[in-house]
């Protein structure tokens, strides 16, 4: 099934290739004709895909953060984070492929205590400074075992960042919140008593993969 947070952009491609196709039958080429039909078709099943949201299994376990995010881990490294978790901590950035499945989901249960939107560049999401630079929205969670930061980050293709959480919203690891559209990149931001379970390049699923493990 699409997702709902797809059903605006599905219903503006579904009419234009509907026009596109209709528009087809006056013209008398048959070569430009079949372009007319074949291609707005093959975007249309491209975008079905892209909007896919399967169902997840999110593992049982308090001490766990799973991933926001479908994709490929592009780093793991020591930060200082002085946004919300004030102090040293470990990053986690998730690069999201046109391929991969867009819907984010909630890494870690508690309260969102802290949200940001921030407009800005759109360097190419797998870039480093693109946390810092682009487009994205940030989410602090006030969890029992500390503070979570995770950050949606917009990247060249992706110009249109979604999310239907507030401020002070209680919320459950592995719920959806939202989605990134057409490829970007996902951040997550943990307390340094936090031990990564992924390593780089590894390929992740929103809600399923545990990215982070407290061990004390």
Do not use: C
Not at 126 to 149: H, M, P, Q, T
Not at 193 to 206: D, R, Y
């Amino acid at each position: 099934m699409p997702t709902k947070y797809g059903y605006s952009t599905l219903g503006i491609i579904s009419i234009s290739v509907f026009i596109i196709i209709a528009f087809s039958f006056f013209v008398n080429n048959n070569f430009e004709k079949l372009i007319l039909i074949v291609l707005p078709i093959i975007f249309l099943l491209f975008s079905l895909y892209f909007f896919r949201d399967p169902e997840r299994t999110t593992p049982l376990g308090d001490k766990i953060i799973v991933s926001p995010a479908d994709g490929k881990v592009l780093f793991i490294k020591d930060v200082y984070d002085n946004k919300f978790i004030n102090g040293k901590a470990k990053q986690i950035s998730i690069f999201m492929s046109p391929l991969d499945v867009h819907v984010n989901r909630i890494p870690i249960s508690g309260k969102i205590e802290y949200l940001k939107y921030f407009k800005g560049k759109y360097i190419a999401a797998f870039d480093d400074k693109a946390s810092e630079e682009n487009e994205r929205a940030e989410f602090g969670i006030e969890s029992k075992f500390g503070k979570i930061l995770f950050t949606q980050v917009a990247g060249f293709i992706a110009r249109r960042i979604v999310y239907h959480i507030k401020l002070g919203d209680t919320v459950k690891s592995g719920e959806r919140f939202g989605m990134i559209k057409f490829g970007s990149r996902a951040d997550i931001v943990v307390p340094d008593n936090w031990q990564p379970k992924v390593k780089k390049n590894e390929h992740v699923k929103a809600g399923e993969t545990i990215l982070f493990e407290l061990t004390n």
